[in-house]
């Protein structure tokens, strides 16, 4: 029996110190998760049932379990290494087969696709034309690099304060390029469907009537007859402030700005003047705003806390690229190891949820990070000292077993 048991004794601490080198061994791998062997004792079968003086013939490995306790994590410089703080796992594909990480050290492929280190697909929700993401069935990530198409101007946005104390301008008929025809006069920039740049210039003039001013507009400097702020082609607007010098006309106007260089024309954006005021105070712009952009090509990217990944471009806008989804299992302990910082689900794992990372059960994401390996090197060199322990006295057990025969065998002499 000595034999059996210091044997089995032999082929578990073995077996112990296989899993502490392989912990010990995946110290600094990524997203790796270590493991510990467990035992179990071993009785042998009696037709009459075990007695209360059984003794047990030794021991073996019930199994190997994963350890999926978080790792620390680590920034690095690539805005594309991304780390999971709380549960879940990474859901990779390849040709369609489906496969789970915490290895989120990701990079983009020569066909925008965004992969790991084994060229494996990162899955999650593409985004449509405008950037919002459609959350249907995860499918590979693939990155457009291509420029951000330019967007017209549709709203322009002035907020003044127009000097209440201004007198009406002594030159009767506006004219832009006679200051004394106007009162205060300000310009900003809008974009034509082709992304090109142009100067929209304000020009306010102050009436007879009281709290009352009239708006003119050009567009690069041309004629009057290029914008309809009014009823007509070189008409002007007309804006009136009550008593307190809060703005009455409501608001938006509409801006007709005729263009010849080939964009869309003419170019019809909103005009709002809320905020504007008129006050005993000198002439001032508070803010000018308005929403178009000209092209702009991809610069970098970013990738939020609930997987969203956010292209940055030249020309200062962003736009949503797509989002990694996250899957978690009711048993992740039973997630059968595949190597390369891979699992696969098993009977024992149950199904993958997937979902956004944040919601449910699921971690957030970090960007610009990943997840240090959860092995704890001081604990697995202890580990390791007593599997050795456990090697050595399980072999002087079968040494003294060896010994007792041989004083045996020595009785017959």
Known sequence: ???????????????????????????ST?????????????????????????????????????????????????????????GGFYRMSQNGVITYSRNGQFHLDSQGYLVDSNDLHVTGYGVDASGNVVAT???????????????????????????????VPVTGA????????????TSGTVYDSLGNAHVFSLYLVKTATSGQWKAYGSIDGSALANVNLGSGAGNPATINFNSSGALTTAMPLTATL????????????????????????????????????????????????????????????????????????????????????QWSESSDSGLPVVGVPGSGSLGVVQSSAVEDSNVDLTAELVNMITAQRAYQANAQTIKTQDEVLQTLVNLKQ
Do not use: H
């Open 137 to 167: 069935s995860p499918t590979d990530i693939q990155i457009s690099t291509s420029d951000l198409a330019p967007s017209p101007t549709g709203k322009f946005g002035a907020s003044m304060n127009l000097d209440a104390r201004a007198s």
């Open 174 to 185: 506006f004219s832009q390029t006679d200051p004394s025809s106007y009162t205060s006069t």
């Open 258 to 341: 005729t263009l010849t260089n080939g964009a869309v024309t003419p170019l019809t954006t909103t005009l709002d003047f809320t905020g504007t005021t008129q006050y005993g105070a000198n002439f001032s712009v508070n803010a000018l705003t308005q929403n178009g952009y000209t092209s702009g090509r991809l610069s970098g990217m970013n990738i939020g806390s609930d997987g969203t990944i956010s292209g940055r471009y030249s020309n200062g806008q962003t736009k949503n690229l797509g989002q990694i989804v996250l899957a978690s299992f009711a048993n992740p302990e039973g997630l059968k190891p595949l190597g390369d910082d």
């Open 30 to 86: 990524v997203g790796f998760k270590s493991s510990r062997t467990l035992f179990s004792d071993v009785y042998a079968s009696s037709l009459n049932g075990a007695g209360a003086n059984e003794v047990g013939i030794g021991t073996k490995v019930a199994g190997i379990q994963q350890q999926f306790s978080q790792g620390n994590i680590t920034s690095t410089n690539n805005p594309l290494d991304v780390a999971i703080n709380g």
């Open 1 to 27: 029996m000595a034999f059996q048991s210091g044997l089995s004794g032999l082929n578990a601490a073995a077996k112990d110190l296989d899993v502490v080198g392989n912990n010990i061994a995946n110290s």
